[in-house]
């Protein structure tokens, strides 16, 4: 008589992903939406001042950006494991730090990024199919869903999706930065004003402000810096492979942002880009006519559907690392069986993701009115800054503690592993946490309920926490 088999449950995620794999979902988790969408933003505050202030903003903010990942790439290369800075945290402030900025990842910061991102690929979408408000609501769930199929499948189809979504927006990308120059189209007449900052002390706040705000909005294109941390432990030889793609991938991006912006004021002139909503494919009807414009909505939304997918690929790594501390309840933690992916966290993200874009889909907060005020292409624009404002609010807390931990853990490890040791430490971390306390100050001046509602929740994880601690003291 046969005895029946048990195959233990796999415990780690296996490694499946090399330098290539980790360099792309980097610059993919990066280049999505932003640089598409939140250009009129910062040009509206800057354009009084000149292309080389909107430049200049574009540049400072990836600069500190890079100076935030080199911090990260000494972590992710002393914590090879899923959860990335969830680990960071936890290892230089304690468990509830840690547990707070996954709380607010899986309530604002991730969800709230892929489903902005959704909404971003269907904006461009209804540039080639125009749909109604419903269908508009229904497409982006559907990206949602498939995405997360995917990657409930295996590791690798979602790598692959997210290895062939960023070539082609790269693709796409340097098209949009190299044919104005060498087609038709540029005019070195939409570079006025070039430098107009005036030396007038008294306007210098004005101006100070203006930054402040348009900082803000070029922190959304720069979002997802911090995303390879949480697959360390999908990925091949991390302690060499994970700071080596953080600054490759940062280092293109940078380029990448510059060159468009380059692009896009060569060919249009500051009073348009200031109101539009669809820089990519205005620049590409100048060039090309209204096919230009088609092909140009193809690209952004290849480019927000990989960004997409590689928070798909991040998120359920952070909440594995929550549950396998026992805060959450354990089926969070099982790793399937057969296709080796953490798919119950996949599936829990899914499901709140779609419940976001329900409801900013046909709310308005503070507004009052959803989809009977705006047509279906307003609101959705209104739910897409909604979702990506809670992002950045929340972002800069946990991203600051996460930059922080690299001074607490160099002083509280002094003798631990490090395979790779920040580029210019302690200048560059603290760099990056200065600008971060002068993003907050600034969106809490400028969007104080937003601001205080994301507190608000944070708050509440504090609740939750304190009661899963009394739940595991009283089972053990």
Not at 97 to 112: D, Q, S, Y
Request: charged residues 10%; proline residues 5%; aromatic residues 10%.
């Amino acid at each position: 008589m046969s005895q029946e088999v048990h195959t233990p449950e796999p415990q780690q995620l296996p490694r499946v992903l090399g330098l290539f794999d980790a360099t792309m979902i980097v610059v993919g988790s990066i280049i999505g939406s932003g640089i598409f969408l939140k250009v009129s933003s910062v040009d509206k505050q800057l354009a009084e001042y000149g292309v080389l202030a909107i430049l200049g903003t574009w540049l400072f903010v990836g600069l500190i950006t890079l100076c935030g990942s080199l911090a990260l790439a000494e972590l992710g290369a002393m914590f090879p494991n899923a959860g990335g800075p969830y680990l960071y945290i936890r290892e230089s402030f304690g468990q509830l730090p840690a547990f707070l900025w996954g709380w607010t990842e899986f309530w604002v910061v991730r969800t709230g990024s892929v489903g902005a991102l959704a909404c971003a690929t269907v904006l461009y979408f209804n540039e080639l199919v125009p749909l109604n408000s419903l269908q508009q609501t229904l497409m982006a769930v559907a990206i949602v869903i498939g995405l997360s199929a995917a990657n409930y499948r295996s590791t690798r189809v979602g790598a692959g999706i997210q290895s062939i979504a960023t070539v082609s927006k790269v693709g796409f990308l340097v098209a949009l930065v190299v044919l104005p120059f060498v087609w038709q189209g540029a005019s070195a007449d939409n570079f006025k004003p070039l430098w107009t900052v005036p030396a007038d002390v008294s306007v210098l706040g004005a101006f100070a402000r203006a930054v402040g705000i348009a900082m803000v909005a070029v922190l959304w294109p720069y979002d997802g810096w911090i995303n390879l941390g949480p697959v360390a432990e999908d990925i091949r030889d991390p302690m060499k492979n994970v700071p080596r793609a953080m600054a490759i991938g940062l280092g293109l991006v940078i380029v990448v942002y510059l060159g468009a912006n380059i692009s896009y004021h060569a060919v249009l002139p500051m009073s348009h880009l200031s109101e539009s909503q669809t820089v990519a494919a205005d620049v590409f009807e100048v060039m090309f006519g209204p096919v230009g414009g088609s092909l140009a909505a193809v690209g952004v939304m290849i480019s927000t559907f990989g960004a997409t997918n590689s928070n798909m690929i991040t998120g359920p790594r952070i909440y594995l690392a929550i549950a396998r501390d026992g805060l959450v309840p354990a089926w969070l933690q099982k790793i399937h069986p057969r296709y080796l992916t953490p798919a119950n966290t996949i599936v829990l993200q899914a499901v709140w993701t779609i419940l976001l874009v329900l409801l900013f889909s046909f709310w308005t907060p503070g507004g009052g009115g959803g989809g009977d005020d705006l047509d279906g292409t307003e609101q959705l624009y209104v739910a897409f800054d909604n979702l990506t404002n809670s992002v950045i609010c929340a972002g800069l807390i946990f991203y600051g503690l996460a930059v922080a931990a690299v001074f607490v853990l160099r002083s509280k490890r002094p003798d631990a592993n490090r395979p790779y040791l920040t580029w210019g430490y302690p200048v560059t971390p603290a760099l990056l946490l200065l600008a971060y306390v002068g993003a907050f100050v600034s969106l809490l001046i400028e969007q104080p309920a937003q601001t205080y509602s994301v507190l608000l929740l944070i708050g509440a994880g504090i609740v939750y926490y304190v009661a899963a601690k009394a739940m595991l003291r009283r089972r053990g």
